[in-house]
Each structure stands twice: as C-alpha cells, then as structure tokens.
T-cell receptor, first 113, second 112 residues
Framework: SAVISQKPSRDICQRGTSLTIQCQVD?????MFWYRQQPGQSLTLIAT?????????ESGFVIDKFPISRPNLTFSTLTVSNMSPEDSSIYLC??????????FGPGTRLTVT | QKEVEQDPGPLSVPEGAIVSLNCTYS??????FMWYRQYSRKGPELLMY????GNKEDGRFTAQVDKSSKYISLFIRDSQPSDSATYLC????????????FGKGTTLSVSS
C-alpha cells in the first residue's frame, strides 16, 4: 500500500483564479493519477502523470485548464486554472502499481465562488 | 448507456443485516473488478478486487463477478454501523494500472 497526502485539504477560490494541489506519496511510484469527483457523479480520471514524460489527458480535459507536474517519483501537482463555479469538486490523486492496486489520497475539496 | 451503472441508493439496513451492492457494465473487455469504500470527506479505500469471473471472500465481505451477465456484486455479512459509507465499484480492461472506470457509488447506512 501507500500513504498519500494532499494539500490543501480544502479551499474556497474566486472565479478566474488558479489553484495548485499537491500530492505527496511515501514511496516511489511510477504511475500517479488525478481524478475529479463531482457531487452525484462517478470519479472521473483527469490525467495520468508519469515521471519524466508529459501527462496524458483523458477526453474532455486539456493541459491549459489542468496543467500537471511530476518532478519526481513521490510528488505531483495539479493546477486548476481560470476557475469557474463548474470546477467546484473534490480532486483526488491516486497511485498504482496495477489496476487492482490503486490507492487514493484524502482529496482536496474545492469551492469556486 | 454509461459504461458502469450503480444504484446510488441510499440503502438503509439494521445492524447485522446482509447487504448486497451491485454494478452492471457494458464493456466486455473489463477483466479487473474492484470495490472501494469511501467514508465522508475521505478518499476511496480499496476493499478488494476480483479478476475475471468468480467469487472472492475476505472476512465479512464477498465479491462476485458474473461476466456473462456483466454484473458484479459485493456482499457484506453481519453489517456494522462502521460499514456506513459510500461503496464504489471500479473496473479496468487491463492489469497495467491505467484508468479505472467507476460507478457513481452506493451510499449505505447501517443503524444500530
């Protein structure tokens, strides 16, 4: 397993601003993922962050809106840019060694006013 | 049709009841089937996974997969108030740890 921490745990931001969410893991992992969990909706994968290469974005998510960094094997950041109220959501990072072995962080609860 | 369907509930049961949680899916390529538990204001916690069809038991929890019907279940025996949470099913077509496809989750409340 892995212990994952995220910062901040929650934030309230104004429309048009950006927020960077940090994800720290207690061990080195190749694959890190960023998910969004909107009220009443399924967890949805935003992108896969791989160390040493650019993030891979899922359909409907673009780098300009959700830039991701992965400077090493234990850390990643997700930025939510030019925020609107529709970006209000819980953002989760996860790490995994296989499909059946993915572990999630506690999440960042974002409210955009 | 969404790839994974899961009744959001809520489901309310008395302590000691047997709980059945279910998901259906449309993609026959799914091979790995996971169940996560998520407490309020926490991240999802991996409960158990099953590869292909069959059953898997872990304590009070049993996971079943019926690939012919594209239907998976999680049974909780002797349910406890501490089982009160949202249960998410997730699926993947390959082992490589790529994108998991989640259901919306079923909210369970176990009363003492």
């Amino acid at each position: 397993s892995a212990v994952i921490s995220q910062k901040p745990s929650r934030d309230i931001c104004q429309r048009g601003t950006s927020l960077t969410i940090q994800c720290q893991v207690d061990s080195q992992v190749t694959m890190m993922f960023w998910y969004r969990q909107q009220p009443g909706q399924s967890l949805t994968l935003i992108a896969t962050a791989n160390q040493g290469s650019e993030a891979t974005y899922e359909s409907g998510f673009v780098i300009d809106k959700f830039p991701i960094s992965r400077p090493n094997l234990t850390f990643s950041t997700l930025t939510v840019s030019n925020m609107s109220p529709e970006d209000s959501s819980i953002y989760l990072c996860s790490v995994g060694w296989a499909a059946y072995e993915q572990y999630f962080g506690p999440g960042t609860r974002l409210t955009v006013t | 049709q969404k790839e994974v369907e899961q009744d959001p509930g809520p489901l309310s049961v008395p302590e000691g009841a047997i709980v059945s949680l279910n998901c259906t899916y449309s993609n026959s390529a799914f091979q790995y089937f996971m169940w996560y538990r998520q407490y309020s204001r926490k991240g999802p916690e991996l409960l158990m996974y099953t590869y292909s069809s069959g059953n898997k038991e872990d304590g009070r929890f049993t996971a079943q997969v019926d690939k012919s019907s594209k239907y998976i279940s999680l049974f909780i025996r002797d349910s406890q108030p501490s089982d009160s949470a949202t249960y998410l099913c997730a699926m993947s077509a390959n082992q490589a740890g790529t994108a998991l496809i989640f259901g919306k989750g079923t909210t369970l409340s176990v009363s003492s």
